[in-house]
């Protein structure tokens, strides 16, 4: 299993960035998958998560909901993120992950760790 991340760089406020997370060898009918990121100095949160594959009404991180998009092109087994109207508090190293176990309800996301990708890093001046 290998999960992929890329699609980080340098952005301005206000700019727009599209993480992407390859992942391989992943029944994404069986794993929850998600989006997280560590600013510096603080702890890894949860950005966006998906139950699986087909999951309509994702979970979004209040800072971040109604600015970040998750979504998934099935053919490529590719999971994205739409960050738009960044902001420098959006700067961090972003992780994709997935994982058999979960719990994703309206205010939380928690992933069991089982599979992580390398990380992507965010920087967004002002």
């Known amino acids: 299993v290998q999960l992929q991340a890329s699609g980080g760089g340098l952005a301005q406020a206000e700019g727009s960035l599209r993480l992407s997370c390859e992942i391989s060898d992943l029944d994404l009918d069986r794993y929850a998958i998600g989006w997280f990121r560590r600013a510096p100095g603080n702890q890894r949160e949860a950005v966006s998560c998906?139950?699986?594959?087909?999951?309509?009404?994702?979970y979004y991180s209040a800072p971040v909901k109604g600015r970040f998009t998750v979504s998934i092109d099935n053919a490529k087994n590719t999971m994205y993120l739409q960050m738009n109207n960044l902001k420098p508090e959006d700067t961090a190293v972003y992780f994709c992950a997935a994982s058999s176990s979960s719990i994703i309800a309206r205010n939380m996301c928690v992933l069991g760790d089982e599979y992580w990708g390398q990380g992507t890093l965010v920087t967004v001046s002002a």
């Open positions: 998906l139950r699986g594959r087909d999951d309509l009404n994702p």
